[in-house]
């Protein structure tokens, strides 16, 4: 009835092209921003920030990094933790080395500087596909990992190895360290991430997008119709890899501010990414989101409701929601395949027919 | 938008949950899951029995109810800082992390807090110098005594003469591990020993090629920083390359019961450090069973008391009662907030006297802290796994550790650590 296409005249090509061509779409779009920005920060504090929105914020930039490889190129990555932890030690490493330099830059940065290290990475995949570039790629998270622990310049020489982010400021706001409002962070992180969902977005509407699917669907013929297989991965890889570094820089720097490589940014972290963009949806920026906040608030809602509601033993709640939330994924993939984001596609279909479906 | 109103109506239950404020309220951080429950378990029941029996048997600490809550961390710092978090709005009196990782998270946070963090011969070691580390506590000792004691134990063992000696430290790859590696050098300095390390990722179950590397080199001492599972495989990997138990010297975090078990026999002659007592007949027992286990009030399945860590994480809680009990009494009320349990910690003074009159006579070495040192005097002593009586045993006093060497490095840690965050050093 409000949602469809009837009666929203579109009289330019850039109306005709907008992300949301539904006028209903729009407007919840507009609103779920606004409320992001302008009525969750008043009524934020501490534990939903740290708990629960900086931890989806974050991951659903790795998702959508992820996601872009995955989903829309085709190459199957396990590096998302060692990527993710490129991005930490870049950050890390400016910050500590160009401490005027405001950290906004730093994470931008260290974005770019896992650009260049996912691309490096991302060579083999022009000989190697499926199951071997996942084992190629799963190389390069072991191998940062380890080389993060085996160089002691990467972590200042400091005598733990681990690596602490020291206060830096934003507008004269904490946004790292312990003196920093959950406000402020809050804000930080979302700028990021709606940045990322927007750049990813149209990315993937655009040219460089298709050609990366014409690549996932089928690479010869995308070769024979003119797309360059060489650039195209390795777009794919590059743009990725910016995106899973700035949000393993967020992870560290506003987040966890001391960070240990091999336990944030171990092997369960790449398929902590991975669940979250098969279960969200393959190809689709809401399948990110939607992935992310599943693997991430559903923990935490079960383990309140049954410690903090019900009362139940913590080691208990804690071996349950494991079989929850594997449950859970289990019967997803099996009602639905193709994730979270093809829910969310029937159930646009069946309001654009509703109420009269006949 | 239903899980959001779910999550409020969880939180808000949470939040009426929170303890009225004539209650003390004590959080603990636990891992009685994942892959170092096996050693989180026992502790946990610890810490909380202690809790148990004092609002049992004595109403509380100084009239005031104890109120005690568990947060499954599952020794992950991500769950670490959600328990953090959900703990820190109920204005918990203290925080024992049962981490390294997360004690490192956790430092500048409850700095800014003002919330007391006490790890108990883990976390940050530098954290002993209390002029820097105001909030920061690490009775009794710290990971620097701890390789101290052990290298003392080798002198012992050998003469007082390392020249030309060969000592191995397998390690677990982290924070936690990484800890003794300046100590032991520096004592390598001075005794002449070689010192090889072997890193062992987490959690620590492949250890064939550390143990291969042992076996070929042949060093004289095995020096081993472990937790979880890593410590059963390491020693079942050195009974398998037959290596003589009692040149293999674990820190206290690997000389639990369930560590020397699984390799049977051959473990018999394990070593271990030890900072508190492993006697079987504490007068305390009696009072456990009685108000705490056959009233149906033990934490866990009760069937760890008396295990190493069982009394590790019993000591944890006699400590943060002893600084409660402190606090009430500098300040004069039983209604402690968190400041004042900083006091009571920094003013802590535990002597023989104190164990005896709780139950535990020679429980553990004497502390006594005071603004500058927030880690006690640095005691230790060596315990020895004996299979046939299923036990560890004591074999040494309560031993010294090299403060000549220590001191320096925690000033110089502490020291960048205050430059580095802006700390001016000092009592206030």
Redo the contacts between chains.
Sequence with gaps: MFYREAGDFKTSYVDDNQTFPIKFDRWRYYAVLAFAFLVVPFFINDYWANAILLPFLIYAIAAIGLNILVGYCGQVSLGTGGFMAVGAYATYKLMTSFPDINLFFHIIIAGGITAVVGVLFGLPSLRIKGFYLAVATLAAQFFLVWLFNRVPWFYNYSASGQINAPERTLFGHAISGPASEPWAVYLFCLVFTVGSAILARNLTRGTVGRKWMAIRDMDIAAEIIGVNPLASKLTAFAVSSFFVGIAGALFFAVYLGAVEVGEVYGINKSFLVLFMIIIGGLGSIFGSFAGAAFLVILPVLLKNVLVGVMGWPTDLAAHLELMIVGLLIIVFLIAEPHGLAQLWRVTKEKLRLWPFPH | MK?KT??T???A??MA?APALADLYIPSL?Y???PY?ANG?PTADGYADYFTLLNERDGGIGGAKVVFE???T?Y???KG??CY??V??KNPLTIHPWST?IT??L???A???GIPIHSVGYG?TSAKNGEVFRWIFNYPANYWDGASHAISHILDQEGGDLNGKKVALVYH???FG??P??TLEELGKIHGYELTLL?V??PGQEQKSQWLQIRRERPDYVIMWGWGVMNQVAVQEAVNIRFPMDHFIGIWWSGSENDVRPAGEGANGYKALTFNGLEKDYPIFDDLKKYVHDAGKGA?AGDQVGTVLYMRGLYSALMTAEAIKKAQEIHGTPDVTPAMVRDGYENLDITAATYEALGLPGFGPEIKGSCQNHGGQGLGAVSQWNAAEDRFVMITDYIESNQDVIQPLIDA?SKAYAE???ITPGCE
Aim: charged share 30%.
């Design positions: 899980i779910l999550i109506a969880a939180a239950a949470m949950a636990t009685r899951s994942g429950a378990i568990e947060c499954e599952g992950n710092t991500e800082v959600e978090e959900a820190k709005s990782g490192y998270q430092i500048p946070k700095t800014a807090d940050r790859n982290s924070a990484k800890e590696i300046r890193p990722d987490h866990g840690d580095e965050n802006g």
